[in-house]
């Protein structure tokens, strides 16, 4: 299957490994990126020392294209960060929350490709008039920082609005190959999935995360400022009942992020080695595809399912076409 994300890219299959901050480290990424699509590593809450190891490793357990993902919107000195980025060898920065504006020449000029997510056609524009090389689609029904957009009607109409000049790529909620499938229609040129890769051995989680995935359904996920200060799609529980019942509480991002830190609530970026995490208050921030996901994969199984059951579903849809 050849898109312009496959050209682009110089990768077999048109998937992407969503930058999850917490839980895309080497193990997930390297395994990705080594069954033919792409990894990303999500390094918004790593120190820069982590995000070194990381990148070193990835360099080491692979020889395919691999990026970088982080927060345009976190305080800190980005330039120095996509700085290292560059210098490790990744093929593609992705900023999320906000148009990476100060990097993108820097990128250019050293041939890294410069991804952004974006949840409005909007954003969509304005990451692309900046100099972007690809944008993200991201619908509601994501897991972790979303919009209000749905997937179903954003993905065409970023296609719309931008697609003439960049390759458009559909998250939020997709977890199959029909997903892929129904991207491609839409005018997609691949798929940036979170939620079914966390659901992965290779996936860097929490205590308690992948029981509470895949014990979950698809009602089960609520949109909350509770865990960062911004809106993110996470499992509902006691701490964001807190919060929806007292949002006067609620600090702004960054600032809400370090509250629920302090509030033992918010394990992501310690990850496994943290014993101290109770479940019906953590930050486990999944997709509306949650309950569609009720086992374990490898992150190579999972590619290769996702192109089976694309082809599979187009060949549905040409039957039907008689
Ligand atoms: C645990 C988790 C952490 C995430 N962290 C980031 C992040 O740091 N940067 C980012 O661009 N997107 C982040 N996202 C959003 C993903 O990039 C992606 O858009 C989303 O997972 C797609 O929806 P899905 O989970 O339904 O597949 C995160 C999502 C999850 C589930």
Redesign the pocket.
């Known amino acids: 299957m050849h898109t312009r994300l496959t050209e682009l890219l110089e990768i077999e299959y048109p998937i992407m490994l ?7 480290y080497h193990q997930l990424a390297a395994a990705v990126s080594n069954a033919g699509g792409i990894g ?1 590593l ?4 790593m120190s820069a020392t982590t995000m070194d190891d990381e990148m070193a490793k990835m360099s080491e357990l692979t020889d395919k294209p691999w990026g970088v ?3 345009t919107a976190m305080p800190g000195d980005m330039a120095a960060q996509v700085r290292r980025i560059i210098d490790a060898g990744a093929r593609i920065f ?4 906000g148009v990476p504006r100060e990097v993108i020449a820097m990128c250019h000029d050293a041939n890294v490709l410069v991804v952004n ?1 974006c949840g409005r056609v909007q954003h969509a524009v304005a990451a692309v008039e900046a100099g972007c090389d690809l944008v ?1 689609a ?2 509601t ?6 919009g209000k957009v749905a997937t179903m009607p954003l993905v065409p109409q970023i296609v719309d609005a931008v697609g003439d000049r960049v390759p458009v790529v559909a ?5 199959d190959g029909r997903g892929l499938a129904a991207a491609l229609a839409l005018g997609a040129d691949g798929v ?7 659901a992965t051995p290779e996936a860097r989680v929490s205590l308690g995360y992948h029981d509470a995935l895949l014990a979950a359904d698809e009602s089960r996920t609520t949109v909350s400022r509770a865990y960062s200060g911004k809106p993110m ?1 996470v499992l509902a529980n006691e701490y964001t009942d807190h919060f929806d019942r007292h949002p006067d509480e609620l600090e702004p991002f960054p600032q809400q992020m370090m509250r629920s830190i302090t509030d033992g609530a918010l394990h ?1 970026p310690t990850g496994p080695d943290d014993p101290n995490v109770d479940p019906a208050r953590e930050c ?7 309950g569609g996901i009720d086992e374990l994969f490898p992150a190579a199984d999972i590619v290769a399912r996702l192109m089976e059951e694309a082809e599979a579903a187009l060949a549905r849809v040409d039957k039907l076409r008689g």
Request: proline residues 2%; aromatic residues 8%.
């Open positions: 969503a930058g999850m901050g917490g839980v895309s990303t999500g390094a918004a809450s993902d982080l927060l992705v900023g999320a929350l997510m993200v991201q619908g029904e994501a897991g972790g920082h979303t998250a939020g909620g997709l977890f940036w999935l979170g939620t079914r890769f966390i799609r992501l486990y921030p999944v997709g509306q595809g949650v």
